[in-house]
């Protein structure tokens, strides 16, 4: 059999199968198919806080900043425009 070229990549996919098959197993346990006991879930709980980002974990900061518009008016626009001002 053929050598890996990046061993580092079915590590990361094995993690990726064990986490979705946790997953999976609370989902059953939610949906009342599997019977866990509460050190089981647990269990699973600090067994997926290690290897998924916990979201409360996530801060996001936003500055919002003015917007300019650079508007270029057709020289029959401002002709129209200026007509009406002048009969008003």
């Known amino acids: 059999m053929a050598r890996r070229l990046n061993t580092r990549h079915s590590e990361l996919c094995r993690q990726k199968i064990q986490v979705t098959q946790l997953i999976n197993r609370l989902m059953g346990h939610i949906e009342g198919k599997v019977d866990l006991s509460n050190s ?21 900061e936003h500055v919002s900043q003015g917007i300019t518009f650079n508007l270029k008016l057709d020289e029959t626009v401002t002709d129209v425009v200026n007509r009406e001002e002048e009969e008003q």
Do not use: C, E, G, Y
């Open 40 to 60: 089981q879930v647990n269990s699973i709980k600090i067994l997926l806080d290690k290897s998924l980002p916990s979201l409360s974990d996530v801060k996001t």
